[in-house]
């Protein structure tokens, strides 16, 4: 099946390069234009980060180490075909390579959302991306809609059912927001960029095979999605035939105070399958005397979370958003990330007041917390998802900081400088705080 779905996309990364090139029309003008049924883009971003020497005491298997510096690269395809009316079919094929800070560990909400659980040396294709989407309207107004990467130019009416299946991210559809959500033209933080307690299912790289379904009304969208989880917490495989499942609501509420838009979201979740209770795993690492691990203990269970998600146009250059989540913080995250309680806050500036309209700086703070029995089992030397220093004696709420300029030289093109100040990396007070230094270079068309 890899060699499949390696082969796809290779397929579709070769088709899409000769239509760029080629091109099927071409204006007076001589640039590329493409038959209404078919849209081409694509993307590519290098990231950089280093976190100098901090305070460590001790390092675990799961620890955030100092000193080191660690770069991811990818490039992704994005081709549509818009067989009718309201149809779309999208596939996204993408070429990954590198390493996020420790393989991806020691930080709960960790400094970079390019950065995948798995990291390889030498450059390597997946299909991350392979949908249908169908678009019903309803009446209303009709709104304009610019193409743009998994969207077609047009138009659709104010009410409409969109109806989505096949593979695609949870995050697509759901605890989307203006300024925090793309950490390829934003922030990096995993935690900035999503609710950090929304376990959402997803692979290794993010993504999830299922189906959602919006209805539009008004002021109001309400969401559902089904989808597979991966066949064992943060495994790189998922399942098929949603014998383990995540079901998901949302509702969303659209305003305006004044001329100034901002939207309101209530993001529910429920994830069933086969989980490790910590006090089960605690339990049984005391009656053998080993290391306690919740993959001996898992059984039939599910887990539900909820988080709110808001945002707010305030001048038409700035805007804010904020996010609260909790989950059942006895169980095991699953697809996530080791976060049980979550606030973060923040805003983005664009430089129209210094002459720079299409740059943009951002700012926000995050807060992550966990359970006591998850902090528990952490202390015994358990190991989480992202987390897991051996030992953990004095724990303490991770706190995170984030800013970032974001340069756009030309149309296309963005040169991100990122700071993020990490205090008690992997809820340790014992270690840090971090300080991590980024870079992002980013082009697409």
Do not use: C
């Not at 950065?115 to 107004?141: E, I, M, N, S």
């Amino acid at each position: 099946m890899k060699a499949v779905v390696n082969r796809i996309s290779q397929v579709a990364l070769a088709a899409g390069a000769l239509l760029v090139m080629a091109g099927p029309v071409r204006a007076a003008d001589d640039s590329l234009v493409l038959p209404d049924w078919l849209a081409v883009h694509g993307q590519g971003t290098f990231t950089l980060q280093g976190d100098p020497d901090f305070p460590s005491h001790y390092v675990g298997p799961n620890s955030l180490k100092p000193g080191q510096r660690k770069e991811t690269i990818d490039a992704t395809l994005y081709v549509g075909v818009q067989p009718w009316k309201g149809g779309e079919v999208w596939v996204n094929p993408e070429v990954d390579q590198g390493f996020g800070l420790s393989n991806t560990l020691g930080v709960a909400g960790f400094p970079s959302a390019e950065a995948y659980k798995v990291g390889k040396k030498h450059p390597y294709t997946r299909l991350q991306r392979l949908f249908f989407r169908q678009t019903v309207d309803l009446g209303g107004d009709s709104e304009t809609v610019e193409g743009d990467q998994n969207v077609f130019a047009g138009s659709h009416t104010s009410n409409r059912l969109v109806l989505t299946i096949g593979k695609f991210g949870v995050g697509d559809v759901f605890d989307t927001n203006r300024y925090a959500h793309d950490p390829r033209n934003d922030f990096l933080n995993w935690a900035v960029v999503d609710a950090g307690s929304f376990d959402y299912a997803a692979d290794a790289w993010g993504y999830s095979t299922g189906v959602a379904a919006e209805w539009y009304q008004g002021a109001w969208t309400l969401r559902f999605g089904a989808f597979n989880l991966s066949k064992v917490p943060n495994g790189e495989v998922l399942e098929r035939d949603f014998s383990q499942y995540q079901l998901d609501l949302e509702v969303e509420h659209r305003h305006k105070i004044g001329d100034h838009p901002g939207a309101v979201r209530v993001t529910f979740f429920r994830n069933d399958g086969y989980f490790g209770r910590f006090d089960d795993a605690l339990a049984l690492a005391a009656a053998t005397g080993e290391t306690p691990d919740t993959a001996r203990v898992r059984r039939r269970m599910n887990r539900p979370g909820v988080s709110l998600n808001l945002e707010q146009d305030v001048t038409g250059s700035l805007g804010l958003f904020a996010r609260a989540g909790l989950n059942n913080g006895q169980i095991e995250p699953y697809d996530f990330t080791d976060i049980d309680r979550t606030v973060s806050l923040g805003g983005s500036l664009t430089g129209s007041g210094w002459g720079r309209p299409h740059d943009t700086v951002g700012l926000a703070g995050v807060f992550n917390g966990l359970t006591r029995e998850h902090e528990r089992y952490l202390d015994a030397g358990g190991i989480g998802v992202l987390v897991g220093d051996g030992t953990l004696p004095h724990p303490g709420t991770e706190m995170i900081a984030e800013a970032y300029y974001d340069y756009l030289p030309v149309e296309g093109v963005g040169v991100m400088l990122d700071y993020q100040f990490v205090a008690n990396p992997g809820y340790n007070r014992d270690r840090g705080p971090a300080n991590v230094i980024g870079v992002r270079v980013h082009g697409q068309f």
